[in-house]
């Protein structure tokens, strides 16, 4: 979300918590970030438990107001999952293998590490970087999460009229934002001496 470009169809990022949806459309001018549009709705209760939706059409109905109070037009959508409804391990694998030959790895390892029925997950995996003890090795970032907490998201946005285009953690969202947001207070701090 924050690599916003004017060429780029504008993106709604969208936060769904036990209490309330917010929306929020960012925008980059001269390495400044500027909020475009942003709207808050509360949730009724009971649409959340334990971090999941349980009402797709409550939430759908709030994240339908929201975007109307934040006066968007987008119909892009970027949304995440809490971190406590996802499993993530970085496992080694041998360096050198295809994306294909990576993928068929992948879901074997994946199969060892996660207490699921791999039909019943969404698995992305990151290459985060060589093995420090094994030149022959790399290592992956394993992320898997229920379907049906993936699903539940994307099908709460088509219902609110909107395509998800990224799904993602939110813990890792939080963690990536942090370097442009202090470039952002950086550059900021520096027009000010």
């Known amino acids: 979300m924050l ?8 993106t709604l990022g969208i936060d769904i918590s036990a209490s309330n949806v917010r929306v929020l459309q960012l925008s980059t001018h001269k390495q400044r970030y500027h909020i475009d549009h942003i709207g808050t709705y509360p949730l009724p209760e009971n649409c959340i438990s334990e971090r999941m939706i349980t009402d797709i059409d409550s939430v759908a109905e709030c994240i339908r107001k929201a975007v109307k109070q934040s006066r968007s037009q987008a119909k892009h ?12 391990k970085v496992i080694s694998m041998p360096a050198g293998l295809s994306d294909e030959e990576l993928e068929v790895q992948i879901n074997v390892e994946a199969d060892q590490h996660i207490p699921f029925p791999l039909n019943e997950v969404n698995i992305d995996y990151h290459i985060i970087e060589n093995n420090q003890t094994d030149s022959e090795q790399i ?7 229920k379907t049906s907490n ?6 709460a946005a088509k219902l609110a009229n909107l395509t ?4 993602d953690i939110e813990s ?8 442009h947001l202090r470039a952002a207070d950086l550059h900021d701090s520096e027009n000010y001496r």
Request: with cysteine; net charge positive; glycine share 0%.
């Open 77 to 88: 959508c970027i949304m995440a999952v809490p971190a406590s409804n996802v499993i993530s």
């Open 139 to 145: 290592d992956v970032l394993l992320v898997c999460s």
């Open 150 to 155: 993936v699903a539940s998201r994307v099908t």
């Open 172 to 179: 890792y969202i939080t963690e990536r934002s942090f370097p």
């Open 3 to 10: 690599n916003i470009n004017r060429s780029i169809q504008p």
């Open 164 to 167: 998800a285009i990224v799904i």
